[in-house]
């Protein structure tokens, strides 16, 4: 486990923080996170990610559902982090809603989707971060989402 003073994780703590496993971890490492605040994640975008299998033959694009997922992940990691709880822990966020998402530009294989989360509020058990993915610096994605931390087992 890798962790320096802007909060960045590896892949190893990363997988304490999320559920997901292969093929929809989304998250290939955090490179900051201040705790209750934001996180910034890095999604490396590779050509030998199983949906380009079929989206679109040709003319690879990742699925914008995809990337509203990456970000949620992250929004996932952030919300485990400030509530101080893992997974394991018998806890779970869930997606309530998605709002406002916007897609400005395709993300393809080569790209690295740089997703920042920002923890807008918490109230009444309900997270909302708001959420935006780039690439080279230019806005892919933006979205809103709520989620709730839910005990499962």
């Known amino acids: 486990m890798t962790t320096n ?3 960045a994780m590896d892949i190893g703590e990363i997988m304490a923080y999320l559920p997901h496993r292969y093929p929809f971890l989304l998250i290939d490492r955090v490179t900051e996170c201040e705790v209750g605040e934001r996180l910034v994640a890095v999604k490396n975008v590779t050509i030998n990610e199983p949906f380009f299998n079929g989206h679109f033959p040709g003319h690879p694009v990742m699925p914008g559902v995809l990337i509203v ?3 949620a992940q992250a929004a996932g990691i952030l919300g485990f ?3 101080d709880t893992r997974p394991d822990d018998n806890n779970i966020y869930l997606f309530v809603g998605i709002d406002k998402a ?3 530009q395709q993300v393809v294989p ?3 989707l740089i997703i920042e989360v920002t923890l ?3 109230a009444r ?3 909302q971060f708001s959420a935006e993915a780039t690439v080279d610096g230019v806005r892919a994605a933006s979205c809103k989402i709520t ?3 839910k005990e499962i087992g």
Request: proline residues 0%; contains cysteine; glycine residues 12%.
């Open 102 to 104: 916007r897609f400005r």
């Open 147 to 149: 989620c709730t931390l």
């Open 69 to 71: 997922e990456a970000m």
């Open 81 to 83: 982090k400030t509530n």
């Open 125 to 127: 058990g309900m997270w």
């Open 110 to 112: 080569g790209d690295q």
């Open 5 to 7: 003073d802007l909060g």
């Open 120 to 122: 807008d509020r918490v």
